[in-house]
């Protein structure tokens, strides 16, 4: 077993049910691995766990017991940790689950918020671990397998190292050090704890492992990964090991995000907004996706989140949907890094083809920019502040599914896409690695041409930016523009500095009273989530963050 407590959490970590679903519909361990078809049900459950929060249905017997299921899904719980944490979102809901304590930057080893994240990853973990353990060589020839399997059995097996490897670099970002476990221990061991350079470690030689077994660029079926996933991975786990572990390594950062770019095979969309729509499986840019659609994984997380929390019932011509929450809007400051002509919804323009920016897809009408309301405490009122149509249940043609909308999504989340590995490189470059800055320039602007479709996508003005305009700073902006709501927010504000001090946002460091939206510097803690709670009382090996003891 992965996390001591999820013995509790889980009815799967009943002996060495790991891998399997957790009701009883479905087989059990004794009686799955007996096909060829079958592991590869196996295999697509290591990825689905990154997608689907249920056994049966829209939200119905979640598979982390105990937990709120709509919250437990992998990009809702992270979405909270690494956009609601930051200059874009003001989330209103879910104060009971500790949302407040993420919006104020105030979370503390009990705010329930963050341990959704954590068992999702250990979860996904231990189907992994599980997989491994019933693929080797050994166990395919007792099954009478061998022969079927041999030649794609290695690309299984690279690929559920990836996805683990995957879940132990957001481990890392978000928790720094925690749990470790792996193939080799078994199911019902209670894990050791690994530093943060040790998990750091751990998960670089592994995809630096894969990197060269895995399938060729593009080879892979759809919404599995294949090389260039890896070299992405490697990329974004490099810019960050300054601010994670205190290493230099801007050099392979740059290395692994050209090898991205110049593959070939994953290139900028035509559209930005193509990207977000729900025929983006169509988008050769998404270099590792997260299927979703409405009838095989209709659930409370995922993209459906992304709608519903940032849409009411007025949107829903423009969104495709006809459910809505309205349980989030952008903060200022994130409008703020658009031009101000961009910032403005014009329901004669719904799409913003008039825009010089289609990266700025706002819907203001009847709202307000700000997040407050003068002389009042923080309100749980979607109106006070703008949101965003990055995210449509309509395709390319600009329909919805069906007449009037439908309750849930069908869009794709984007894991990896290129457009990242251009502005990685770019900032590598900037932070020292051996490339010019008139390459970074380039990969920059390839990014705004595409923004403001001008340049070699079309005819609009042009966004161009001069070397002088090159700066850090500016990178991090034109991140936000394009990878906003991305669930990287705040893993890029950490590593360029500006996460806990020196730059504040609506109600960074408050208390939520009347006036006190304006943000402040708050300690140097909250670059890091603690180890939840309950952990303590199940393992007796973990020591919680140092900062939160």
Request: net charge negative.
């Amino acid at each position: 077993m992965v996390v001591a407590s999820t013995l509790v959490l889980c009815n799967s970590c009943l002996d060495d049910l790991n891998t399997m679903p957790l009701n009883e519909n479905v087989l059990t361990s004794d009686k799955v691995y007996i096909s060829a078809a079958a592991y590869k049900g196996i295999l697509a459950k290591c990825y689905g766990s990154l997608i689907n929060n249920a056994q049966q249905g829209a939200d119905s017997d979640g598979d982390l017991n105990g937990m709120d299921t709509g919250y437990s899904g992998y990009t809702r719980a992270v979405f909270y940790l690494q956009n609601c944490t930051t200059d874009e979102i003001a989330l209103h809901s879910g104060s009971s689950q500790g949302s407040r304590d993420l919006l104020f930057l105030c979370w503390h080893p009990g705010t329930q918020i963050t341990r959704y994240s954590y068992y999702r990853l250990y979860m996904t973990i231990n189907y992994c671990n599980e997989f491994l353990r019933e693929s080797t060589d050994e166990k395919l020839k007792d099954r009478g397998l061998y022969e079927e399997m041999k030649n794609e059995t290695p690309y299984y097996r690279a690929e559920v190292r990836f996805i683990r490897a995957y879940c132990y670099s957001m481990l890392c970002d978000l928790f720094g050090s925690g749990p470790y476990v792996d193939e080799t221990m078994m199911p019902g061991t209670i894990p050791s704890q690994k530093s943060r350079e040790e998990i750091y470690n751990y998960a670089v030689a592994e995809v630096e492992a894969v990197a060269t077994i895995l399938k060729t660029p593009g080879e892979n079926e759809y919404g599995r990964v294949d090389q260039v996933s890896a070299w992405f991975l490697l990329s974004r786990i490099y810019l960050n090991a300054q601010s994670w572990v205190g290493k230099n390594e801007y050099e392979n950062a740059y290395k692994y995000a050209k090898k991205v770019i110049d593959c070939g095979k994953y290139p900028l969309a035509s559209d930005y907004r193509h990207i977000f729509l729900a025929d983006n499986h169509t988008c050769r840019e998404i270099i590792w996706s997260m299927p979703q659609d409405a009838e095989n994984t209709p659930n409370s997380a995922g993209t459906n989140f992304l709608i519903k929390a940032l849409s009411d019932g007025k949107m829903s011509a423009y969104t495709g949907m006809t459910d809505s929450w309205g349980n989030a809007r952008l903060k200022t400051q994130l409008v703020d890094k658009f031009d101000l002509d961009d910032q403005v919804f014009d329901e004669n323009d719904p799409w913003g083809d008039n825009k010089k920016d289609k990266r700025a897809q706002f819907y203001t009408a009847g709202h307000t920019k700000d997040t407050w309301v003068d002389g009042k405490d923080f309100q749980n009122d979607f109106n006070n502040g703008y949101v965003t149509l990055k995210w449509r249940n309509m395709t390319k043609d600009r329909n919805a599914l069906a007449p009037g909308g439908i309750k849930y999504v069908s869009i794709d989340f984007p894991m990896f896409r290129t457009a990242d590995a251009y502005l990685m490189a770019a900032e590598a470059i900037l932070r020292g690695a051996n490339g010019s800055r008139a390459e970074a320039l380039n990969y920059v602007n390839e990014v705004r041409d595409r923004a403001y479709l001008s340049g070699t996508y079309g005819d609009g003005i042009s966004g161009r930016i001069a070397d002088t305009q090159l700066t850090l700073d500016f990178i991090l902006d034109e991140r936000a523009r394009e990878l906003h709501t991305e669930l990287i927010r705040r893993t890029d504000l950490i590593r360029f500095g500006k996460f806990t001090k020196g730059y504040d946002w609506d109600w960074k460091g408050s208390d939520g009273k009347a006036g006190n939206y304006i943000g402040k510097d708050v300690d140097d803690r909250y670059k890091l989530y603690p180890i939840p709670q309950e952990e303590f009382t199940v393992n007796p090996y973990l020591t919680q963050n140092q900062d939160f003891q």
